[in-house]
């Protein structure tokens, strides 16, 4: 496991605010007796409700439905941490589908896109869907090499955000194409933020382990 360090302030804001907005939520849920990792799937599930949505046209519900989900995205981690639930194996179903969901909103948006053959649309989808997939892979693999790699300009809370907004605003030209076009270049560059981080360590003297 990697070394337990202080959050940049960045994230220690991120985590902050969300704390301060679910709080209320979580000692509801908490007495309910639903279970993290079921707020986890059903997140899940609605996102995929979002990314059929998308495919079919409907573009603003779709962006509704997944800011919907991404309020259970939230509250399971809280939830766990409230409740004294947290185990790797929640934390790695959380992690796994997390990427499950971006993947499905992005082959909704390209199964959209497709319809109307637009290549050069297409094309962006999948260079955004690869480059948010690798913000998180980064980090994955920088912990599992016991590296901290907390850093970030751009994570998936923020591309959840903006694609949302995207798919709402989507009714004025090009709004929903800027949108993809912000999460691929802020993803980018926060993949690079991450590796040059995890460069740093290795430069140090830190564990540094085989591919």
Not at 13 to 28: N, V
Not at 74 to 100: E, H, K, N, P
Not at 179 to 199: E, P
Request: hydrophobic residues 55%.
């Amino acid at each position: 496991m990697p070394e337990e360090r202080p959050l940049p302030a960045l994230q220690a804001s991120r985590k902050a605010l969300a704390r301060y907005i679910t709080g209320p939520i979580i000692h509801l849920l908490a007495r309910t007796g639903i279970t993290p990792n079921a707020l986890t799937v059903f997140s899940l599930v609605v996102t995929v409700g979002a990314a059929a949505l998308a495919a079919f046209g409907h573009l603003i519900a779709a962006g509704l439905v997944m800011l919907f989900a991404s309020v259970f995205d939230i509250l399971d981690g809280a939830l766990a941490r409230a409740t004294d639930q947290v185990t790797r194996f929640g934390g790695a179903l959380d992690s796994t589908l997390d990427r499950l969901a971006e993947g499905l909103m992005m082959i909704g948006l390209l199964v959209f896109f497709a319809h109307y053959q637009s290549t050069a649309k297409v094309a962006l989808v999948g260079l955004t869907l690869i480059s948010s997939l690798l913000v998180s892979y980064v980090r994955a693999r920088a912990e599992g090499l016991g590296l901290d790699c907390q850093v970030g300009i751009f994570t998936r809370p923020e591309r959840v955000i903006v694609l949302a907004l995207g798919l709402i605003l989507s009714g004025f030209n090009y709004v929903l194409v800027v949108a993809l076009a912000i999460i691929l270049v802020l993803s980018s560059i926060t993949v690079g933020q991450r590796l040059y981080h995890v460069w740093k360590q290795t430069k140090t003297g830190n564990t540094i382990a085989k591919r």
